[in-house]
């Protein structure tokens, strides 16, 4: 390998690369950086693309060449010899200017694409996608201290993030973030609240101070530092959020997240003006949410199409619907899981938002669990968790694949619900549909919220324990009631079905 060149010979995974895609013109053979004077950005290049070479298959390498040959010719035309590298500039400074040539050049600089929901957006073109995409590979790479970077990936912090394991959250982005002071305030804060609160809560607080960020810029293009912002100007802000946005849910809880991480900038920056900056008049009350839940027949033509899906993936659904937990305690399911109390079957849920807790459960929901296990077993071997991540089998699998392979068969099976509208998918609905169940039963209330996983009743009421025991021989009407109901509509899966269930049954053992 040359300065100039990298030949796909020498990428990973050349080796994986059929012989058809081999056979390319030896004149395209290789990634040409000739005519980029500056040498700190050619082994920038270089180190990225023996990454990415790592990464993917030697097919998405072939349709990069494209887009690495048009950002060759864009750092060919531009004065930047004197640059050691891409850190030099910030990566906004770099996609703006990118921008501007590709317009030069007749470039398009969007396109439109069509999510799994049906919806139509205008998003940026890969060619800019692909540079943004070389930006923070090299931000990643940077050797100082991560504190100091403008994206933290989170498992180079010395610290414990507390994130759930069925989303891929690997890193923190503060470049959006605009004003360069408060850009660091909000670093120190983040770091701060990271000991002690959730990933999910701070990534909340984060799109509450990017969105405020930018609307600083426009308006307040003076302010840089939290210390500047006084009552009038989140007024201001306030009035603009409520005439000028579009309404969505949620508005209530981005002030709250905005107030949250102000105040705690103030606290730890001595900005004593932050700590009264909110009035509780600010924040609206919140709406209640909308229960939903699906109705039988919307269950039934759901269930009909999720038993032809992969069979991992359908047993998964089912699964989560026989026990009525949340869609996070059910990709977290351990293969410890399952056991025996005084011959009742019993499952062990490790519950993400809250605590562990133990339910008794049907034998065919332990069969069909059983199966579960013994498919990952086959493929991986020996795993933590009973539903994994195929590229990384240490984690479970992440909600993201779930449901997008749910809503990619309704979108190909054209699905409607009982409206004539198209389908939407919400696995917390699932949740939703065995509670009503319970309720349509007659159950009082501390039995469904023990079954339920609910430590307590409504925000008044305090909650009961009671023995595995007890709750076996109390429930059990209502279990296999609740198995019947799952396996009614499950009617007429014939052959799709045996893949998902298991002719045999093993006794769990006992504890």
Sequence with gaps: MDSDRIYYSELKCYAEATEKQRKINHTSAFYDMSGIESEGLKKELQAFVLYRGKEVSFSTILTDKVLFRRLVCFLREKDISRMKGFLDRKPEKWIKQFRGWLLQNGYPLTMKKVNVYGNEHIVDTRQIKYFERILRFLQLADERDEREKDIWELDRLDIAVRCNPIYNAKTINFSQISQPDMREETKKTVYMRLQYEALGTIQNGMNAMRQFSAYLKEKYPKVQSCAEIDREILEAYLIYRTTECAPGKGASNQILCLRSMLETVGKLYQYPQLDKLFLNTDISPREQPEFKVYSENEMKI???????????????????????????????????????????????????????????????????????????????????YIFVNENDVSRPMQYATVKYQVLAMIQREKLRDDDGKPFRFNSHMFRHYYGVKLTEMHLDDWTIAKLLGHKRLGSVQHYRKMSNQIMADETRAVRDMMTKIIYENLDGWSKEYEQIRHDGYREPTAE
């Excluded at 005084?342 to 459960?361: A, E, S």
């Design 302 to 384: 759901l269930n009909a199409h999720i038993a032809r899906m992969d069979e991992q993936i359908a047993r998964c659904l089912v699964i989560h619907q026989m026990l009525g937990t949340r869609i996070s305690d059910t990709l977290t399911l351990r293969r410890d899981c399952l056991y025996n109390e005084h011959g009742q079957n019993m499952i062990r849920i490790y519950q993400v938002k809250t605590d562990v807790y133990n339910k008794p459960i049907s034998r065919e929901l332990v069969m069909l669990i059983q199966k579960a296990m013994d498919y990952t077993i086959e493929r991986y071997g020996e795993t933590k």
